[in-house]
């Protein structure tokens, strides 16, 4: 009876033990420990695909790609692929590391325990890839003027790219500033123009992007440095430089029309002339070339551009230097010829206004108040011949002849009268005077 119990207690206790084992092999199945995610990286960098297990066990760890490619098993790397390795930094951690990451290593990634059934984890490796500009891309090229141009960029890139147009002059010239080719819609698609060139986008190329530039009725104004950039928010962004030259005609013209010259001084004559490719230039007088000489002295100086300065100086002027000179300008696609003239310069006369004097008589009025014995007389002060108290009637020294047509004696004699005349005037104003006052 006892032992009886005692097996049945013993049978009891197995089947608690078993089940509370049960319980705890239940309790102890691996289980990952953080959420699924989705990994971006750039190419070229390292990508972590992170996979953490509670309770792994015995079990086993395995990672697969999307094409169910055993890639690790447990701690052993089964591909053949050294930029594949897997990371424990932790216990519980069992990451695959992906050193130089390219594109074509994106997709499904997958970490497995061979549980029944198998339990997995999912990540998405998405992969961005930087711009990048095809070797099919256009290069330096050379137009004339009136083609029609086609810039091509051709680029890749992981998102797709944008790609942007800028334009700079040459580097030989002053201006080096880069503008942005500005865009408008218009009828043809995207039209993109300023003040001399008229330029059509196109999207379609070569790659995941392509960017086409064309220019219509290409001028001279048009030719510089072409850039195009593109950029996808994956740094670094990528440019290309095309350089376009455009072949015209020469094209001149004269600082002066018309220049005036002292005889003598030295004067210099400018022209300035615009040509590609540059252009023989020279000068002439009255339709003769003219050369370095003694007389002459032709330089040439480089200007910004395809322009240049033509310089002619005449070191001393003559009068056989005045007259017609053309700057004359000639290459493979045309000419152009500007004339001036230079001419003898006269200074301007001072001219004095003449002074015109006047003679104007001087009268003596003599006038009686009582107006009853004189009337007024008048007379010409010219007419009357000065008195000088001198010996002879002349100044000393300077012998006087009088006037014309009497001689010294019949002069004093003249003078002696004068005085009686005199002296009768003045009694018979006097004896007028008391004659009034006594009335």
Same mark, same amino acid.
């Given at each position: 009876?006892?032992?009886?119990?005692?097996?049945?207690?013993?049978? +009891?206790?197995?089947?608690?033990?078993?089940?509370?084992?049960?319980?705890?092999?239940?309790? +102890?199945?691996?289980?990952?420990?953080?959420?699924?995610?989705?990994?971006?990286?750039?190419?070229?960098?390292?990508?972590?695909?992170?996979? *953490?297990?509670?309770?792994?066990?015995?079990?086993?760890?395995?990672?697969?790609?999307?094409?169910?490619?055993?890639?690790?098993?447990?701690?052993?790397?089964?591909?053949?692929?050294?930029?594949? #390795?897997?990371?424990?930094?932790?216990?519980?951690?069992?990451?695959?590391? +992906?050193?130089?990451?390219?594109?074509?290593?994106?997709?499904?990634?997958?970490?497995?325990?061979?549980?029944?059934?198998?339990?997995?984890?999912?990540?998405?490796?998405?992969?961005?890839?930087?711009?990048?500009?095809?070797?099919?891309?256009?290069?330096?090229?050379?137009?004339?003027?009136?083609?029609?141009?086609?810039?091509?960029?051709?680029?890749?890139?992981?998102?797709?790219?944008?790609?942007?147009?800028?334009?700079?002059?040459?580097?030989?010239?002053?201006?080096?500033?880069?503008?942005?080719?500005?865009?408008?819609?218009?009828?043809?698609?995207?039209?993109?123009?300023?003040?001399? /060139?008229?330029?059509? @986008? *196109?999207?379609?190329?070569?790659?995941?992007?392509?960017?086409?530039?064309?220019?219509?009725?290409?001028?001279?104004?048009?030719?510089?440095?072409?850039? /195009?950039?593109?950029?996808?928010?994956?740094?670094?962004?990528?440019?290309?430089?095309?350089? #376009?030259? @455009?072949?015209?005609?020469?094209?001149?013209?004269?600082?002066?029309?018309?220049?005036?010259?002292? #005889?003598?001084?030295?004067?210099?004559?400018?022209?300035?002339?615009?040509?590609?490719?540059?252009?023989?230039?020279?000068?002439?007088?009255?339709?003769?070339?003219?050369?370095?000489?003694?007389?002459?002295?032709?330089?040439?100086?480089?200007?910004?551009?395809?322009?240049?300065?033509?310089?002619?100086?005449?070191?001393?002027?003559?009068?056989?230097?005045?007259?017609? =000179?053309?700057?004359?300008?000639?290459?493979?696609?045309?000419?152009?010829?500007?004339?001036?003239?230079?001419?003898?310069?006269?200074?301007?006369?001072?001219?004095?206004?003449?002074?015109?004097?006047?003679?104007?008589?001087?009268?003596?009025?003599?006038?009686?108040?009582?107006?009853?014995?004189?009337?007024?007389?008048? =007379?010409?002060?010219?007419?009357?011949?000065?008195?000088?108290?001198?010996?002879?009637?002349?100044?000393?020294?300077?012998?006087?002849?009088?006037?014309?047509? =009497?001689?010294?004696?019949?002069?004093?004699?003249?003078?002696?009268?004068?005085?009686?005349? *005199?002296?009768?005037?003045?009694?018979?104003?006097?004896?007028?005077?008391?004659?009034?006052?006594?009335?």
């Amino acid at each position: 009876m006892e032992f009886s119990i005692i097996l049945r207690l013993t049978a +009891l206790n197995a089947l608690c033990f078993l089940g509370i084992l049960s319980k705890d092999i239940m309790a +102890l199945e691996p289980s990952f420990d953080v959420p699924i995610v989705n990994i971006t990286v750039v190419a070229g960098k390292t990508a972590v695909l992170p996979c *953490s297990i509670d309770s792994l066990g015995d079990f086993k760890v395995v990672w697969t790609d999307q094409f169910s490619t055993l890639l690790t098993l447990g701690e052993k790397r089964i591909i053949d692929d050294e930029r594949m #390795v897997l990371d424990r930094p932790h216990t519980k951690d069992w990451n695959l590391l +992906l050193h130089d990451v390219k594109y074509d290593d994106r997709g499904r990634y997958t970490c497995q325990i061979n549980t029944m059934p198998i339990k997995t984890k999912t990540i998405e490796l998405i992969v961005l890839v930087p711009p990048t500009i095809l070797d099919t891309s256009s290069n330096d090229l050379t137009a004339k003027e009136g083609d029609t141009v086609t810039l091509t960029c051709n680029v890749s890139g992981v998102p797709k790219p944008t790609v942007q147009w800028f334009r700079k002059p040459h580097a030989d010239s002053r201006d080096q500033h880069k503008e942005r080719v500005k865009t408008s819609e218009g009828h043809y698609g995207n039209r993109l123009s300023d003040d001399h /060139c008229l330029y059509t @986008v *196109s999207h379609r190329g070569v790659g995941i992007n392509g960017e086409t530039l064309i220019i219509h009725n290409i001028t001279r104004y048009c030719d510089g440095i072409y850039e /195009c950039v593109a950029f996808n928010d994956v740094p670094p962004a990528v440019n290309r430089v095309i350089s #376009v030259m @455009v072949e015209f005609p020469p094209e001149v013209w004269l600082v002066n029309q018309k220049l005036g010259q002292y #005889v003598g001084k030295e004067t210099i004559l400018e022209c300035k002339v615009t040509a590609f490719p540059q252009a023989v230039s020279i000068w002439k007088f009255q339709n003769q070339d003219l050369f370095n000489s003694f007389k002459h002295r032709i330089d040439v100086y480089q200007d910004r551009g395809h322009m240049l300065t033509l310089s002619l100086r005449l070191p001393n002027v003559t009068r056989e230097d005045f007259g017609q =000179y053309s700057c004359y300008a000639s290459n493979s696609f045309g000419m152009d010829e500007e004339t001036m003239i230079l001419y003898e310069y006269f200074p301007p006369t001072t001219l004095t206004p003449a002074v015109t004097a006047t003679a104007i008589p001087r009268h003596t009025t003599t006038i009686n108040k009582r107006n009853r014995l004189f009337k007024s007389t008048i =007379y010409n002060e010219n007419e009357l011949i000065p008195y000088n108290r001198t010996l002879n009637g002349h100044n000393p020294g300077a012998p006087y002849s009088g006037r014309q047509g =009497y001689s010294t004696g019949q002069t004093n004699s003249h003078h002696v009268g004068l005085l009686i005349f *005199s002296s009768i005037l003045s009694s018979i104003y006097l004896f007028d005077i008391s004659c009034f006052m006594m009335l």
